[in-house]
Structures are given as C-alpha cells and as structure tokens.
C-alpha cells in the first residue's frame, strides 16, 4: 500500500455549493443517502405530471420502491406480470406515450383523442395534429437523432439477454495507438464484422421484430445500432483505461493496481457481467492484476462484494462493489486496510452540480480526494455540465489537471425522458482530472491542460 499523506483539515468551499474476471456473489443491502437513480424518477414529475405513476401501473408495479427491488433482484423479473414479449415492448413503449407538447397522458385525452407517434422518428408522441405543428420548431432539432433512440431502445434488449456478445480478444495493435473508437473499430473489424453479422441472422434478432409491433429496420440500420450499443457498454471500462494511461499510473507493479469507481449506480452495477470489462484487461497487457471495486448507494444487490486488499493474480480483472457512501467506505474499509488504497477513483456522471443533496453528499468524498492527493477523473454528460463541474471544483481549491472530450465516449444518444425534444445527450462525454489541492502546488507550478479543454 502506498504511503498515505497527512491528512489536512477540510476547507469550506468559498461558494455555496485472455483477463479473468472473478464470479459475483451477492451484497448485503442497506441503503445510506440519498439515491441518484431515485431523485430521477421522482423528478419526471417535474416536467410531465403523472408520468412515474403511469411508468409503474405499465410495468406491474405498486411503488418506486416495489420497482427497486426487481431491479436489485430481490424480486424475481417474472414478477412484472408480462405473458408475452409482445406484451412487455408494449408496455414498454406505453411508458413513452404522452404528448410532447402539451405533456398529456393517456388518461388525460378525450375520447375523440388518441396519441400518434412522429411518423419520422417513431420516437414521441402527440395527442393531435395542432400539438405536432406547434411542436415541429422544436422536433425537427432532434427528430433525426430521436430515430437512433428509437431503434437503440429495442434492440439493447439483445445485451439484456445476452444475446449480443461483446468481441473480445487480445489487441491486435500496440494499446498506444488505440487513442479512441476511430482506431478501435478499425483495430477490431474483422472480429467486429462477423460478430454483428451473426447477430443479425440469430434467432434473437427475428423474435426481437417479430415482437416489438413495428417494421424491421434495414441492415444496415441495425448494424448501425448495435455498434453503438457496443460503445455504450465498453465507455467505462475503457474510460477507467484511458484515466490510467493519461494520468501515467503504473498497472505493472506487484499485487495490482486498484480503481474505485465512487457513486456508482445500477447504470455500472445492474446486469453486469464478467467479461463486460475484459477489455481494460486487454488494454494493458502483460498487466499485474487490475481490481474495479464499484461503491455507491445504488450499487445492485447481486454485485460483489469481495473487495479484499490481497494481491491479485497476474492477468486478472476483480470487479467488485459496496454499497455505501464513499467516505464512510474510505474510514471503513481503507483506512484499516481491508481494502487496497486506489491508485485511480473515477466518478461516472456524479451530478453534484444539479442538485443540493448531492453537493452535500458528495461534498466530502470531494474534500477526501482533494486532501489525499488521489488521482481523480469525472465524467460529465455535455459542455453546460461541465463548465458548472469545473466551477465547483475550482471552489473547492482542487487542481485540475485535465478536461476535454472524452475519446471513449458513449455514441449511443440518450433522450432526456420527460423532456424528449431536449438535445440527447452521450455518457461520459467530457472528463475532468484533478489532483489534490491549488494549495499544495509549489510556487510557479500551474495548472496542466493536456488537450486545449473545451
């Protein structure tokens, strides 16, 4: 373990602000804090009222906290009632139907009234043709980019089930000149080729569209897609690489090196699989054992929880996950050494720059960074986010490193949910890098921007 610097009294801020991966076995729950996935639900209110009511009657459910425990897998999926495919995309998609221009629901309209989907992007709905002319100046911004939601939205239901397989496989090409997915894609292609091929003549793809109520999209329309799905679900784990390799931390020394990924949610948790981060593995080869220890409140109860400091084996990739608020894991856990100090922390779109109960609950894990001089990357959704993040954190007198687009980005839009006309946005599209304190800098030192920022 390496030696820990004193640690400083916290300041206020000045404004008010071929890798192996180990199985799972399941986390104990308790659930400290405020959660992140349920301030969102609960916060589709605020633009469509009655849509998180609407959201839990299509999908069986009594309650926000009913709906949890399904996807923490207290509660069996089976329990959602549906008696077909057909009928769970149905209710899928009924989750989607309110106007979005006037923000009606179905239970809202008349009974001459009835919601109709854009004919263009198969995406939002209005409840008549005044709503969509009225409508129009603002659809038509992101009507193109809401057909790639549309279709996306379908078929990550084939990684659900595991019926699209991530390629995977030793680099064919030096880790150094992977710099992002331009030369990722081109590295992988023919592997990538033959993958998306047999997906496309599988079983799954034709039950898929045979359930779903709508046309087949072309091939290549469904290649297309899948490749962005691809890139959704490697973002963080070549992310988490690319944070290594900027910020220069040593995955060759002996017993490992160690990530903690603070604040995570079921979007890192929920339905991940072993071989979902084979390809950090693969991205430093010859590497001495890398261990991902994922601690959050929303952390799903059937992750692992074995986040012991022994050494790793060589080669390996540990996921593990606590759930927990970061500063109580780091005095429980770290500080007795029951787990490994990390070497990087990377926080996945942390959002404390939206709301006060997050900047209070991050507020100390931020200051902990801050003092003990960890190496830090965040991820933020678009450049608003981000310029708000780098305010905050230039408050907090922490050093920043680095920001910039990331080059592992997510492709794969995003629709904001309640508001489905706002610009997608992508996962992990920006980052920010800090390292201890403006204070702890010597005089003349300054901080270092390695790519022009944003």
């Known amino acids: 373990m390496a030696p820990r610097p004193r640690r400083r009294r916290h300041k206020k801020p000045r404004s008010s602000v071929v890798p192996m991966v180990e199985t799972p076995v399941p986390l104990t729950l308790s659930k400290p804090g405020p959660s992140i996935d349920a301030l969102g639900f609960h916060s589709l209110e605020n633009n469509v009222p ?38 769970m995309f149905q209710k899928m998609e009924d989750t989607f139907r309110f106007c979005a221009h006037c ?22 709905y209005y409840c008549g043709p005044e709503c969509q002319r ?49 030369t990722w894609f081109s590295m992988r292609r023919l592997q990538l080729d033959a993958t998306l091929d047999a997906v496309l003549g599988s079983h799954a793809m034709n039950t898929l569209w045979a359930s779903v109520g709508r046309p087949r999209p072309d091939p ?11 890139t959704d679900a490697l973002s963080r784990p070549l992310t988490l690489g690319f944070g290594l390799r900027a910020l220069g931390i040593n995955v060759k020394k002996t017993g ?19 071989r979902d981060y084979d390809e950090l593995g693969y991205m430093f080869p010859g590497h001495l054992g890398l261990r991902v220890i994922m601690v959050g409140v929303d952390v799903a109860a059937g992750f692992s929880q074995n986040t012991s400091a022994l050494p790793l084996e060589p080669g390996t990739v540990q996921l593990s996950g606590h759930r927990d608020l970061y500063h109580n894991f780091w005095e429980e856990q770290v500080q007795t050494g029951q787990t490994a100090h990390p070497d990087l922390v990377v926080a996945f779109h942390p959002g404390f720059h939206a709301s006060l109960d997050l900047m209070e609950a991050w507020l100390p894990t931020l200051l902990l960074l801050r003092d ?3 190496p830090t990357l ?24 680095a920001y910039g687009a ?23 599209a920006y980052y920010i890098m800090f390292l201890g304190s403006c204070c702890q800098l010597g005089q003349g030192q300054s901080e270092e921007k390695l790519d022009g920022g944003v």
């Open 406 to 428: 990331n080059p592992f980005t997510s492709l794969k839009p995003e629709q904001v949910y309640s508001n489905p006309n706002k610009q997608p946005v992508y996962c992990s």
């Open 256 to 274: 490992g090196s160690t990530i903690h990924v603070v604040g995570a949610s079921h979007v890192e948790t929920f339905l991940t699989r072993s």
């Open 134 to 182: 009225s409508d129009w100046p603002a659809h038509r911004r992101v009507c193109q980019e809401l057909r790639l939601v549309a279709v996306d939205r379908l078929m990550e239901w084939l990684l659900v089930t595991g019926d699209f397989v991530l390629p995977s496989g030793h680099w064919p090409q030096p880790t150094e000149l992977v710099q992002g997915w331009d």
């Open 378 to 401: 965040i991820t933020v959704y678009s450049p608003q986010e981000l310029a708000a993040s780098l305010q905050i954190l230039a408050d907090l007198d922490t050093h920043l490193t």
């Open 220 to 230: 290549d329309v469904l290649k297309g897609s899948l490749k962005r799905l691809l």
């Open 50 to 87: 009655g849509l998180s009511q609407l959201i839990l009657q299509k999908l069986n459910m009594k309650s926000y906290e009913e709906y949890k425990l399904v996807i923490d897998g207290d509660t069996p999926v089976s329990d959602f009632g549906f008696r077909c495919p057909q009928e």
């Open 103 to 124: 923000k009606a629901l179905p239970s809202g309209l008349s009974d001459s009234k009835v919601l109709r989907h854009c004919k263009r992007c198969r995406n939002v």
């Open 372 to 374: 003990y001089e960890i």
